[in-house]
Structures are given as C-alpha cells and as structure tokens.
C-alpha cells in the first residue's frame, strides 16, 4: 500500500536543505502573485499578465533572498564587533528574532523617511530600501514561524515543513491582505472594481513559464560565472578573487550578447522603415508640398510615414466643402531623416522649402515634431486645416527611424535638430513688419512632445515667447520630459501664470473659467490612463503622486504601490496604452484622435461654431476609414 506522507516526506527533505533566506524568499515569491494580478492602468491579456506575474515573482525571490541574506551577515558582523559569540541564522528561534529586530529597524526608517512628492532620490531609495528589507523579514519570519512549528515527527508537522505549505502561506496572507483593503474600501463607500482582469489561470499558467525561464537564465549566468571564475584563476594564479568578479564577467558577457541581439533589430526596424510605401509610389502634384513639383526635398527618400503625411493634404475643395466657405490649399513641409545626412543641411532644406512655397505668407504656421518612426497625427493636421480654412502651413523635420520606445536615444538629436530649425524660423519671423508675422505655433505627439519641448529646457515659456512662439498643444508627454517637470513650480520666474494648461480630457477644456481659458498659451493633454505619460524608472524606487496625493478615477482604488510590481505593471499598460484598432476613432490611454478637433481649436485659439466642429469631426472620422482602406 502506498505510503500518502511519502510525497511529503521527500518535498520535507528538499525544504530543509533550503537556508532561511531561500524559504523567506518562496515566500515573498508567492505573495507576490496575487499583488500582480490586481490592475492598474489599462486591460491586459492573459500573456501580458503571466509575463507581469512571473517576472515578479522571480525578481521578489531574489531580492528576498539577497536582502535577508544581508540582514543575517550584518547581524553576525555587529554581534562580533560587541564580543558576542552566536551563530545568527543556524535555529529558526535565532532567525526569528534577527528578523524581528530587523523588521522593527525598517519601520522606524520608513518613519523617520516620510515620502514627500519633492524628495530626492537617495532619500527615496533609502526607505524604498527599508520597505524591501521590512517585507524580506516578514517573509522570513513567516519562513520561521512555519519551521518551529510543533509535531516535527507527526504528519501535520511534515505537511507543514514542505515547499507547497510555503507558497500556500505566502499567497494565502497576500490575498487575504487584499480582501482586507478591498473590504475597508467598500465600507468606506469607494467602489474598488475595476473591469475584469485577465484569465487567471491561462495567466498564471504564462507566469509559471516566465518564472521559470528566469530561473534558467540566473542558471546560465552562474554558469557562465563558473566558467569565469575557473579562467581568472589559471590567468592569475590566485583563487581568493572572489565571487563578484566572475559574476562581474558573466553579466558582461550576457550584456554584449544582449546589446548585439539590441543592434540587429534596430537595424532591421530602421531597414523596414526606410522602405517606400508601394501605395504612395508617385510624388504629389500640389507645389504647395514637400516631394511635389520643384520642391528641395526628392521624394524617392521619404520613409512611409513622411510620404504619408504628405499624401494626406486636404485638399481645398474638400475644406471648402466641410466647412462651407470658401478655402485655399494648405501648405505641408516634411524633411525627412533620409532627405540630407547632417542637422545642417536638412534644416536649409526646410528653409528653401518655406521660400519657395512662402509660407510665412500664410495667418497660421505650425512647427511639428513627429513621433519616432516620424508619424505625425493625421487628424491633427487636418483639423487645423479645416479650421484655418487651409491658410496654414505646417513644418516637419524627421529625427529617427525607429518606433518612439527604441527610439529614446534620439531625444537628442530631434532637441538639436528642432532647436536649430526654430531658432532660424524665429530670425526669419522677427525679420518681418509686424503685420506681416504670421502666428507661430507648436504641436508634438508622444516622443514629438518631449523633442518640442526639450529645447526649451531651463526657459520655461520664456523661451517659447522669444521665439515668437504664441501657442502649443502637446499631447501625450511622456513622463521624461525635463520642460513639462520644470513648468510645474510655481515660484519660476520664466513663467507666467497660468500660461501652461494641464487637462487629461477635452471636455475640461470646455468646462474652464473664462479667466483660465484666456490665460493659458501652451497646453497640455495627457489622459489619466496613458502609461507613457506616468511610466519611469522612478517606480522602482518611490511611489508616484498619480497613487497617492493625485489619484484619479482611472486608477483602481485598491492598488498600492509595490516594487518591482507596480513598475512591471506600469512597463506592460504603457505598452498597452498606444492607438485603438485603425479606423476606430477613439480617446483613452495614448490614442487622442477623438479629443483632436476640439483640442486644436481651443489651443491654438481657432474659434468656430458648434456646427462646423461638428462638420470637422465628421470628416476627420470619414478620412480615417478611407485611410485604412486605401493604405492596408
């Protein structure tokens, strides 16, 4: 007959050949599953959740592990320095009182640390630090608690000191954590719900694989650290290097293979990208566009998104059409990264192109910044062409290939490149009689916000106003943006009141005080649920307003801030956070062509009546189906 303690017998062996800091870390692992599983910003698929889970289980393991390794070693070290001899670590009951101690150290820290939404971030890392060290030694002594429990030779005592009693405890007091604060939300009367989440068990399923695939790669680099550690010995001599300088190679060698991997797929994105758009073969016909008839810019060059943009001018019949008046042919000026090899010679190739189409001549003038692959919103460029009734012209110079998420590394050069252009169309502005200036104004998407903003750093509006700058409208600023951060104190003197505008939806536009509204020059669009304007490294180490002092209703209530949790969950929802499906005319997360009309009428001050925005948004919604007819 079958033996039914055998099973936990030998998972009981396998427990006990575990240290304390590895039982502490299942632990934490396990507890850090349900954590995972509650949502944040935006829907997530059963393989963006697994992936969410298993990483963080992993990392939750190894940290735990590391940092209650570390709390036991300065134990045993401030014990020999008073002259005590005791073997920290080598019983549960010795372990349960480091951790103890250990934990009520952390808590005095986060105390004495309170977080502050101006603090720095040494200050931030070092009560981050505590909390993690806090959480490590629950995790242990919960580890301590299950292994001093009574009846080491009954059956109960087996079942309790077994790898599947330790993950059951670690998930189980999470989620009971979670009912709790969930429970007290509702008698609070604040509704904690928030949509379904993902399949849980395909997800859990997912973050099984990911956990394990971690687990193989820490494999592979211990390996790869033996193999180290064997070659600095017969290279040196010397056996007593250490531990960290095999490790050292190993996370290089890794890192070169990784960074090799990196450079190959940006060739071929860039590669792709520098592909013309068989449907967009022929170069326009309108000379009032970069690419047409004796234009400066050849449109063999172009990349899709350039040819695309220029290819969808509205033409003037069709203004004339939608708007009821008559209207001229607008001017689009695009200078792509393929056009001219330096910053120098595109940007006077964009001045050629504003001679040569006079575009200065025109009541409107908008300088554009693109996204990474320079994408520019095709709604937001029709609609002030419809509002203008086409006496506008926009300006567009290219800075990278690559999708704005690989292309972090280019904010540099589209600051340069813009920060050269704008400086010359300010000369050429200023050198004009004042009734002849036409009214200059920006407009950024995404990273094209942060390369419109960036070469404003450290001149807050000033800065804009001196390059004849009258208005902006920027939406979707990623969270890096050092101007958008800047423009926040009030105490600078660079910057005017009320000239800078914040809103996370268009309809606060229309609900503004007449004094507000007069007021403010440059605005600022970013939905409360687009990750790429909260996402940063940041959540590492500190917990972000948007949870604490300046949560909205986007948020679920019942989401707290944990790292690395909330910065994996946060990696995944600003992935998840770009356009709805082509031809769906939307406004949530990072997708903004619902809020376009309205927005551009108000930032850029193009006052209209009720019917002809409405007229506008009906056709920017029709334009938005022929394009995803005529280009898929």
């Excluded at 502490?24 to 992936?51: C, N, Y």
């Excluded at 289980?57 to 709390?71: C, K, P, Q, W």
């Excluded at 554009?368 to 419809?386: D, I, M």
Aim: aromatic letters at 4%.
């Amino acid at each position: 007959m079958r033996n039914p303690t055998r099973g936990l017998i030998r998972n009981g062996d396998l427990y006990r050949r575990l240290s304390a800091s590895q039982r502490a870390g299942i632990v934490a692992a396990s507890a850090s599953v349900p954590m995972s599983l509650v949502p944040l910003l935006r829907p997530r698929s059963a393989l963006d959740q697994g992936l969410i889970t298993g990483l963080s289980s992993a990392m939750s393991y190894a940290l735990t592990t590391i940092e209650h390794d570390a709390v036991l070693m300065t134990s045993r070290a401030m014990l020999r320095l008073a002259g005590v001899r005791a073997d920290v670590g080598s019983t549960a009951r010795t372990t349960l009182a480091v951790d103890t101690v250990a934990l009520g150290v952390s808590a005095v820290v986060q105390l004495a640390l309170p977080r502050r939404e101006d603090e720095t971030t040494v200050r931030a890392l070092v009560r981050t630090t505590a909390r993690r060290v806090g959480a490590a030694s629950v995790a242990g002594i919960i580890a301590g608690m299950l292994d001093a429990a009574p009846g080491r030779d009954r059956a109960l005592g087996r079942a309790v000191r077994t790898l599947p009693a330790t993950v059951a405890v670690g998930a189980g007091v999470s989620t009971g954590v979670q009912v709790l604060r969930v429970r007290r939300l509702r008698a609070l009367g604040i509704d904690a719900a928030h949509g379904a989440g993902a399949p849980t068990a395909r997800s859990l399923g997912v973050g099984a694989l990911t956990a394990a695939g971690a687990v193989g790669l820490a494999a592979v680099e211990r390996r790869i650290a033996r193999r180290a550690d064997l070659t600095i010995r017969r290279a040196t001599g010397f056996a007593g290097h250490g531990a960290v300088p095999s490790h050292l190679a190993s996370v290089a060698v890794i890192s070169g293979l990784l960074y090799a991997l990196g450079a190959r797929y940006y060739h071929r994105v860039e590669a792709a990208a520098s592909s013309p758009d068989v449907n967009l073969a022929a170069a326009p016909e309108s000379h009032l566009v970069s690419g047409g008839p004796d234009s400066a810019v050849a449109w063999a060059p172009l990349t899709r998104p350039a040819r695309r943009h220029l290819a969808s001018v509205t033409p003037a019949a069709r203004i004339a059409a939608t708007m009821g008046s008559p209207a001229q042919e607008p001017i689009r000026l695009y200078i792509g990264l393929t056009s001219a090899p330096t910053v120098a010679e595109r940007v006077d190739l964009a001045l050629a192109e504003i001679e040569r189409t006079k575009a200065l001549d025109r009541s409107l003038v908008v300088l554009c910044s693109p996204t990474g692959t320079g994408y520019l919103n095709y709604s937001a460029c029709a609609a002030w062409e419809y509002l203008t009734l086409g006496d506008c012209a926009s300006l567009t110079l290219q800075y990278s290939l690559r999708p704005s998420i690989l292309s972090l590394d280019r904010v540099d050069d589209g600051r340069e490149q813009n920060s050269a252009m704008w400086s010359a169309v300010a000369e050429l502005v200023a050198a004009r009689p004042a009734g002849r200036r036409p009214r200059v104004v920006l407009f950024g998407e995404s990273l094209g916000a942060h390369t419109s903003q960036d070469p404003f750093l450290h001149t807050g509006t000033r800065g804009l106003r001196l390059h004849h700058v009258e208005r902006a409208l920027w939406l979707g600023t990623p969270y890096a943006s050092g101007w958008a951060h800047e423009v926040r104190d009030p105490t600078r003197g660079d910057v005017r009141p009320g000239e800078v505008l914040r809103v996370s939806d268009v309809d606060a536009l229309e609900r503004l005080e007449p004094e507000r509204a007069a007021a403010a020059r440059y605005v600022l669009l970013s939905h409360d649920d687009d990750g790429i304007t909260l996402f940063s490294p940041e959540l590492l180490v500190r917990s972000p307003s948007w949870l604490e002092e300046h949560r909205t209703a986007a948020v679920p209530a019942q989401t707290g801030w944990q790292t690395p949790i909330t910065f994996l969950q946060a990696a995944v929802d600003t992935k998840n956070a770009g356009y709805a499906a082509p031809g769906t005319f939307a406004a949530g997360g990072h997708d903004y062509r619902a809020d376009i009309a309205r927005a551009v009428r108000f930032a850029f001050d193009l006052p209209c009546t009720d019917r002809e925005l409405a007229a506008v948004e009906a056709a920017l919604r029709r334009e938005e189906q022929e394009r995803v007819s005529s280009w898929s």
